[in-house]
């Protein structure tokens, strides 16, 4: 006879995994806005934002639709080695879709883009979900290039903000001069070696390493594609779009119009790392480091937080769902028509 409590045990997981991905990130998210925001007067907040030139926050959508646009050509590159020639305007609408997705559920746009391009392109799932991979490496890899130059063209800016504050200093060369911080590392590299090493049979060593082989693969592909110079294009494309599309904010208010390129590159450079950390399309972590970021050129915590909530209302947002709604329609339409 069967135990009812095992029974339960799947859907009680289940519940658990939900509440991790989904409503954590979300109310984690909401706490810190709601934190950051506590702290400042609303009415003065909103008297901000009415000042604002709303003119060039609405301009300034238009290279966030260009940036993601470019990204869909850019995973078109990705796929056509691999033997699949899909639509341009399936990527785009998947991809329009998918930061909808990440909105409501971190991360998930990820696999509802694959999801539905595979659906409409007939292109295996598998397929789809290394080239999407490929494609986040890519953005690693330039997040990293962008904040490395950001941090090189202000390095004196930074160094005299770390001698204002010698307490942050020497916690920093605490951390470097630290063997615990070297240990750890090498801890971590000879753990990784032995897991993959001495138990290969493993049925999830076994998973990720057959993951691992099959992006070396499609890798390999793509290394020996020829347009591999419009990849680099396109990536350039892409996040010169993304920086307009945040820099071009700047503008639109009188405490940040002045504040030069310099510091357009180390806010977006910040605020792009900050995306690394689950939440609903950045909610939370995006305004802490845009806040935090304009703090460090004199702009006051009341002037950064109007600035943060406005843009991210407008830009992450309101843009984000009316973009991910067409997107989502336009591709439920192709798929009907498909059947």
Request: hydrophobic letters at 55%.
């Amino acid at each position: 006879m069967d135990d009812p409590k095992k029974e339960k045990n799947p859907s009680k997981s289940s519940n658990l995994n939900k509440f991790i991905k989904v409503v954590l990130p979300l109310l984690l998210g909401i706490y810190i806005v709601y934190y950051l925001i506590n702290k400042i007067d609303v009415h003065e907040l909103w008297a901000v934002l009415k000042g604002a030139n709303w003119s060039i926050l609405l301009f300034s959508l238009l290279f966030g639709l260009l940036g993601n646009s470019v990204r869909a050509y850019r995973w078109m590159l990705f796929i056509k080695p691999l033997g699949y020639s899909p639509k341009l305007s399936n990527l785009c609408f998947a991809i329009y879709g998918g930061y909808a997705v990440n909105l409501a559920i971190p991360r998930a746009g990820e696999i509802w883009k694959c999801g539905m391009t595979a659906k409409v392109e007939k292109i295996p799932f598998t397929k789809l979900f290394g080239t999407m991979i490929l494609d986040r490496i890519f953005d690693m890899f330039t997040v990293v290039f962008i904040s490395i130059a950001a941090f090189i063209i202000n390095m004196q800016f930074f160094i005299s903000q770390l001698e204002q504050n010698k307490s942050t200093f020497d916690f920093i060369m605490m951390i470097l001069k630290s063997p615990i911080l070297y240990i750890a590392i090498v801890a971590a590299v000879i753990t990784t070696y032995i897991v993959f090493k001495f138990f290969k049979e493993n049925i999830i060593v076994k998973k990720v390493r057959n993951f691992i082989a099959s992006m070396i693969n499609d890798m390999k592909t793509i290394w020996h594609m020829k347009t591999k110079g419009r990849l680099l294009l396109a990536t350039i494309a892409i996040w010169g779009s993304y920086f307009l599309y945040f820099y071009t904010t700047f503008y639109a208010f009188s405490f940040t119009e002045n504040l030069g390129i310099t510091a357009g590159l180390i806010t977006f450079a910040l605020s792009s790392l900050s995306m690394i950390i689950p939440s609903n399309g950045g909610l939370g972590p995006w305004q802490i480091a845009v806040i935090a970021s304009l703090m460090l050129y004199d702009v006051s915590e009341l002037n950064a937080t109007a600035f943060a909530t406005g843009v991210f209302a407008i830009q992450s947002i309101i843009w984000t769902i009316v973009c991910g709604l067409f997107g989502i329609i336009a591709l439920a339409v192709k798929n009907r028509n498909s059947n």
